[in-house]
């Protein structure tokens, strides 16, 4: 996860009022507690009725009822937790902290750690965690690990060039792999040998994310939002007739695509990324860091005003 600095409350106020390409203001409610909505929220993870909300400073949030409320989930993480990733897997969730990754198997009422300190060296602030069957992927800052054994054991699984990866996606049986350092590779053999997705025409530099939705994989990075439906063979920019840049979360229901910009706040695409449009929804903060989808329902996450909440039908 990449670390960046507050800008300037006057810059923010000056960008805010000069923006002239939203359309269609919808006006959502903060659904967040009063303590959550002062957090910058890294990450959202949804399981059922259960919404988790991975903060820079306040660890593991949990709501189970729509994000009307909210209780911390602590237990067995230290003091002031920077949860930076989330992922669910059935009664397994697996986070990712400064410290490395921890699991619970009771809706976050405990955790324990899941070292993988304990046989590699290098900064512990994990990236990403990916889960496809009983193979659990995680980046830290010194590459990839995988394990079989939900965190008992890990090995590494990403070699040179391949440092700091900020996003795991899977798609068409690959996995892929998204990271400033070294552009998308991508493997079809569970991280044994990994080859770089650099794409025919469009090399995307310094990806923030990538994530698969039906049979297109979307990759972002500070210009934008770029789509492949050939395993990353070819990539193509989708938003050249808008200002978005930064995008640091996609969330997807059917062919709408929903964006989220770090400065530019939201984007919406009814036709599978081909177009969008750039939508005012009341929140004030369009330092955008993350989404979540369950049912017609978007959670946004942002940085430093907490968790809201939109109709997706109203996008």
């Known amino acids: 996860m990449k670390k960046y600095h507050w800008l300037l409350p006057l810059v923010y106020l000056l960008f805010t009022a000069c923006r002239s390409d939203v359309t269609n203001p919808t006006t959502i409610i903060d659904q967040a507690t009063a303590q959550l909505s002062e957090s910058g929220v890294n990450c959202i993870a ?24 909210w209780v911390k989930r602590n237990k067995g993480l230290v003091s002031n ?29 405990h955790w324990t750690p899941k070292p993988i300190i304990n046989l590699y060296y290098g900064s512990f602030y994990v990236n990403a965690i990916g889960i496809k069957g009983n ?15 939900n965190g008992n054991s890990w090995t590494k699984k990403s070699y040179g060039q391949m440092t ?3 996003s795991i996606a899977f798609f068409n049986d690959n996995i892929f792999l998204a990271g400033a350092n070294f552009g998308i590779y991508r493997s ?7 080859v ?6 469009i090399t995307i530099t310094s990806p923030n994310m990538i994530v698969a939705n039906q049979n297109t994989l979307f990759a972002s990075n500070y210009y934008g939002v770029y789509t492949s439906t050939d395993n990353g063979d070819n990539w193509t920019k989708k938003n050249s007739a808008t200002t978005m840049t930064d995008v640091r979360a996609i ?18 695409s009814k036709d599978n990324g081909e177009t969008w449009t750039a939508r005012e929804l009341g929140i004030g903060n369009r330092f955008i860091t993350s989404l979540g989808m369950s049912g017609n329902n978007l959670y946004i996450g942002t940085d430093g005003a907490g968790v809201f909440r939109a109709n997706v039908s109203d996008l």
């Open 46 to 69: 949804i399981d059922g009725n259960a919404i988790y909300a991975g903060t820079k400073s306040d660890g593991v949030f949990l709501s189970t009822d729509n994000g009307k409320t």
């Open 251 to 268: 969330a997807f229901s059917g062919n709408t695509v929903i964006a989220g910009s770090y400065g530019d706040g939201i984007f919406v």
């Open 135 to 149: 193979s659990i992927f995680t980046s830290i800052n010194s590459g990839v690990f995988l394990s079989t054994d």
């Open 81 to 109: 937790s920077n949860v930076s990733a989330i992922s669910i897997s059935g009664n397994d969730i697996f986070i990712g902290t400064v410290l490395g990754v921890y699991h619970s198997t009771d809706s976050g009422k």
């Open 188 to 194: 079809s053999d569970n991280g044994n040998n990994w």
């Open 164 to 166: 700091i990866p900020y």
């Open 196 to 201: 770089q997705a650099l794409g025919k025409g």
